[in-house]
DNA sequence: GTTTCGATATCGACC
DNA sequence: GGTCGATGTCGAAAC
């Protein structure tokens, strides 16, 4: 680990080639323009920012607010740094598809390098919509008595369906899961999965579609009915509520 | 500015206080455990980590892979720093919905505060869907020949079209832009304009919907079909290609 | 590589 | 505050 306050542009560049080349977590703060193009092209203007360049080859550009950083680049681009006219430039790039961005520091406040250990195992997330879906699998009740599941990731030409059974009266139901409050796009996406399902089976017999989430929208409720889907509302588990 | 190189846990107690107080930007370099619980909950193992603290409520907690952040807390939360048990612990938190980020370091690194200086101008970006918008409105003919727009953003009781026009023919014509590759979500978007307009309009009269974007992906392209939807290939301005 | 869809999505605009 | 749709969305899993 090297840390320096308020170093000199050149001293700071030492520094990065050196923290880029052995593998290590490097920020910087000071003084500095941005400019990105690619996917999209921008500029921003001179300020403070934060810059944290990763070894899997991020660069994270962060002003005071917004949890977004205002520019960055995503895994897998090269960091290089360099002094042009007096500036201090950092650049990340990558091809396919082929984007820039450039980091030009007038003035720096600190620059430090940092040595990350391996990650002993990941983060470890509860209440996603898998959770949703082992509980309501262990727990088929939860929808309606007499519902029954037949399998999961259920394919069709739409897409893959998350739970697929039938009910008391042997109908076959298609279930859409999501952890949270749904609008319209979820109506349009469980009704592919009925539709796919209606050719696919060569059926006219009735396919029930019932979307499951803790609450519905006005104009996704507004959806459902015009298409005769259903609604069953269901918390994800695992949620001090 | 104060920054600290292997700061005592309680001295960089004292510096994020005071950063957090007096409105800067706080970032810390060291061995944590994580802990989140609202919406989701998840934990992390002990690791060296990057945490930086915004003085909008922002919380950040970045490992040394990934664009984004393993851990965070999003703007408008409270930040508060305390010793327990010989362990620093950072803790973020709002309410609506109630939800609490928890850093417990162990071990320090580097902490550092930085005085961030108003944002003069935004990022300005360029080659949005907006800026597609305009272009085509520019040029009509880009859809193709005849086309007259007549209306951005016409409300529908599912969601405003983004250009609503006539072709040459007098016919009603539903346009959805999209900036990138579009997926059967996009083509479920338009088809619920124009289903919308359908009954709006009280009209047996043809409504052309038409997807226009860099390109399609092949389920979507039979969504199209399926639906007697168009798609129009077009790149958004100001990008060199 | 492409495609598809979830996410503690985030963000901004509008109501 | 809720609702809706864009994002340089990101990320993972399936193919």
Redesign the interface.
């Known amino acids: 680990?090297r840390?320096l306050?308020?170093p000199s542009l050149r001293t700071a560049m030492t520094l990065v080639t050196e923290g880029l080349r052995t593998g290590e977590?490097v920020?910087l703060?000071g003084?500095c323009r941005?400019e990105y193009?690619g996917?999209?092209?921008?500029?921003?203007?001179?300020?403070?920012?934060?810059v944290?360049l990763?070894?899997?080859g991020?660069a994270?550009v962060?002003?005071?607010?917004?949890?977004q950083p205002?520019?960055?680049q995503?895994?897998g681009c090269t960091h290089t740094v360099a002094m042009d006219e007096g500036a201090l430039v950092v650049t990340s790039e990558r091809e396919t598809p082929a984007e820039q961005l450039t980091i030009r520091f007038e003035s720096l406040?600190?620059v430090?390098s940092?040595?990350?250990?391996?990650?002993?195992?990941?983060?470890?997330?509860?209440?996603?919509e898998a959770d949703l879906s082992d509980h309501l699998l262990e727990n088929p009740s939860l929808l309606e008595s007499g519902f029954t599941p037949l399998a999961t990731e259920r394919e069709t030409?739409?897409?893959a369906i998350d739970i697929y059974g039938t009910d008391s009266e042997g109908r076959t139901v298609v279930v859409e899961l999501k952890?949270?409050r749904v609008g319209?796009?979820a109506v349009?996406?469980l009704?592919?999965y009925v539709d796919a399902l209606h050719r696919e089976l060569h059926t006219d017999a009735e396919i029930r579609g019932i979307l499951v989430a803790p609450s519905v929208t006005g104009?996704a409720t507004?959806?459902l009915e015009e298409h005769d889907l259903e609604f069953v509302a269901l918390e994800?588990p695992?949620?001090?509520v």
């Open positions: 680990m840390s306050e308020t977590l920020t703060f003084c941005v193009d996917r999209a092209a921008s500029t921003l203007g001179s300020g403070n920012r934060h944290l990763k070894p899997d991020t994270l962060h002003t005071a607010t917004g949890q205002v520019n960055w995503p895994p406040e600190h430090g940092f040595q990350v250990t391996d990650e002993p195992e990941g983060v470890s997330v509860v209440g996603t030409t739409a897409g952890r949270r319209p796009d349009s996406q009704r592919r104009r507004s959806l994800p695992s949620r001090d």
